[in-house]
């Protein structure tokens, strides 16, 4: 009996991990990790990268499952989404509420114990990352809320280590905001015809494939340029330059590959490379930091 129960709550800490993309944590982490550097002059105290990583944890895993619920009923018409937990009742509706609850509640208590400023915008903050599941009933610039939602990581994890705002984060977020926005249109170009049909809006449904792609790759130049702006604006060296230099390689390559009806080459373009650049990024600007400038 035991057994059995270690069994079915292994199983279901893998749906609920499936569900709100816990992999994917790597588009936001490693822009928060330099934030907290460069705001700490270093690294930052023990006490606070774990109650960053927690805050971190607990918003983006409650946004993904409040995502998920509200729109399970779209998932669930959409042949490619169809096979997911709450369209398929791999997982009950009460079951993500609390899931929902819990993880916000983390949020909170870690952004308390990170500082007042942290606390006080925390409430903020969820009703940001949740508002983000409505955009797409009503405007194609749901892509670029999306990345300013998760831009929030770099911003809020400068103010956790100093309380303080500045001009640097906001500089970051950018980069995070153009970069989500650029590859999330890629991956909205599978949805064209479904989009148009139930009446959500997205970049690829309003402007065309042609026209989404050519956005998509205007944020990323965009993108590309603030991280050079950065090189500037801090001083950075030569090492942090190696990791744009590929980040751009890797973009480009993202680009070339895009096929909408092929949906392995999407997974690709859309997830995989992505994740790829921001641990290039993560790791040549500290190497940089630590050991070049």
């Not at 893998?14 to 700490?40: G, N, Q, R, Y």
């Not at 610039?141 to 998760?150: E, T």
Request: hydrophobic fraction near 55%; include cysteine; proline fraction near 3%.
């Amino acid at each position: 009996m035991i057994l059995n129960a270690v069994k079915t709550s292994a199983l279901k800490l893998k749906m609920f991990s499936e569900l709100v993309m816990f992999s994917h944590t790597l588009f936001s982490l490693p822009f928060a990790v330099i934030s907290m550097v460069w705001a700490a002059g270093g690294w930052p105290s023990g006490h606070m990268m774990l109650w960053g990583l927690i805050a971190l944890i607990g918003a983006r895993n409650g946004a993904n499952a409040f995502n998920r619920l509200v729109d399970r009923t779209f998932d669930g018409k959409n042949p490619r989404t169809a096979h997911r937990h709450l369209p398929q009742h791999l997982l009950a509706e009460k079951e993500v509420i609390f899931f929902i609850i819990i993880n916000y509640a983390l949020f909170i208590v870690a952004s308390g114990m990170l500082n007042l400023l942290c606390l006080l915008l925390s409430p903020v903050a969820i009703v940001l990352i949740s508002s983000y599941s409505y955009t797409k009933r009503f405007t194609f610039l749901s892509h670029l809320y999306l990345g300013f939602v998760i831009a929030s990581a770099p911003i809020g994890a400068w103010f956790a280590v100093t309380g303080n705002i500045a001009f640097t984060p906001f500089v970051i977020g950018t980069v995070v905001m153009l970069w989500i926005a650029g590859f999330d249109i890629i991956y909205g170009t599978q949805d064209i015809d479904f989009d148009r049909r139930n009446g959500l809006w997205s970049i690829p449904s309003f402007f065309g494939l042609e026209n989404a792609l050519r956005i998509s790759k205007g944020l990323h130049f965009i993108m590309i340029l603030l991280l050079l702006f950065l090189y500037l604006w801090r001083d950075l060296g030569w090492m942090y330059l190696v990791g744009i230099g590929i980040a751009t390689l890797l973009l480009m390559t993202e680009h070339r590959i895009i096929k909408p009806h092929n949906r392995r080459l999407m997974k690709v373009a859309s997830y995989n490379l992505n994740q790829v650049i921001s641990m290039v990024i993560l790791l040549c600007t500290l190497i940089d930091y630590f050991f070049v400038s």
